[in-house]
C-alpha cells in the first residue's frame, strides 16, 4: 500500500537550533519522494524533491531506502520556516498521484 | 514557471444548490489534473484524477454523483459540488503536473462555505 507517515503533527524549535521533520512512507516500486510547504494563508509549494538533491531555503532531504525515510533537515531555524509542511510521494508517471502525509506544523520561536 | 489557477477562490451557497469549481493551467497542457480537499488543520486527501476526454477516476469513498469532474479541454479541469450540505464546506485544491516532467504544480485553492 501507498502510504507517506509523518509522525509529528506539531513541532516547536527555537531560532537557530536544528530542526528535522521525519517522513516515513510505504511504496511498492521506486517512488518519487518531495517535500511541499505551505505558509500561512498561501498555496502549498514544492519546497523539494529527493531526484534533484537539491538545498532550497537551508533545507535538504535525503532519500533512505533502507529505512523508507525522507527526513526534512535544516541546521539553523529561522522564524519565516514556520510552516505546515507535507511529505508527498507519487510514481514517475505524469497521471501518477501524489499522496501526502498528514503533515507537521512547524513553529520556530524567536 | 507553470502556473494553475482557480476560480473561485471563495463561495458561499445555501444548502441544496450546485456549486462549479474551475481549475486551469495557464502556461502548459495537462492531461490529468488531480483534486484534493483540505479540512481545516488536516492534511489534503485526493479525491479523484481528471483525465481530459475520459471520465475522471475517483478514490474510494469519493461519491462520483456528489462530485462531478469534467475535463473537456488541455487546460481546464472542473469540478462541481452537487446539492451541496455544511459537511462539504472545506477548501478544494486541484493540481497538474507538466507531461514529462516530476513536479506538481498546485491552484490556490477555493475555500468553499454551505449554509
Known amino acids: 500500500a501507498q502510504r507517506v507517515t509523518q509522525p509529528e503533527k506539531l513541532l516547536s524549535v527555537f531560532k537557530g537550533a536544528p530542526v528535522e521533520l521525519k517522513c516515513n512512507y510505504s511504496?511498492?516500486?521506486?517512488?518519487?519522494l518531495f517535500w511541499y510547504v505551505q505558509y500561512s494563508r498561501q498555496r502549498l509549494q514544492l519546497l523539494l524533491r529527493h531526484i534533484s538533491r537539491e538545498s532550497i531555503k537551508g533545507f535538504t532531504a535525503d532519500l533512505n531506502k533502507g529505512e523508507t525515510s525522507f527526513h526534512l533537515k535544516k541546521p539553523f531555524a529561522q522564524e519565516e520556516d514556520s510552516a505546515m509542511y507535507y511529505c508527498?510521494?507519487?510514481?514517475?508517471?505524469?497521471?501518477?498521484?501524489?499522496?501526502f502525509g498528514p503533515g507537521t506544523s512547524l513553529s520556530v520561536i524567536p | 514557471g507553470a502556473v494553475v489557477s482557480q476560480h473561485p477562490s471563495r463561495v458561499i451557497c445555501k444548502s441544496g444548490t450546485s456549486v462549479k469549481i474551475e481549475c486551469r493551467s495557464l502556461d502548459f497542457q495537462a492531461t490529468t489534473m488531480f483534486w484534493y480537499r483540505q479540512f481545516p488543520k488536516q492534511s489534503l486527501m485526493l479525491m479523484a484524477t481528471s483525465n481530459e476526454g475520459s471520465k475522471a477516476t475517483y478514490e474510494q469513498g469519493v461519491e462520483k454523483d456528489k462530485f462531478l469532474i469534467n475535463h473537456a479541454s488541455l487546460t481546464l479541469s472542473t469540478l462541481t459540488v452537487t446539492s451541496a450540505h455544511p459537511e462539504d464546506s472545506s477548501f478544494y485544491i486541484c493540481?497538474?503536473?507538466?507531461?514529462?516532467?516530476?513536479?506538481?504544480?498546485f491552484g490556490p485553492g477555493t475555500r468553499l462555505t454551505v449554509l
Open positions: 493540481s497538474a503536473r507538466i507531461p514529462g516532467g516530476d513536479t506538481q504544480y
Open positions: 511504496y511498492s516500486g521506486s517512488p518519487e
Open positions: 508527498a510521494l507519487s510514481g514517475s508517471a505524469s497521471y501518477d498521484k501524489v499522496i
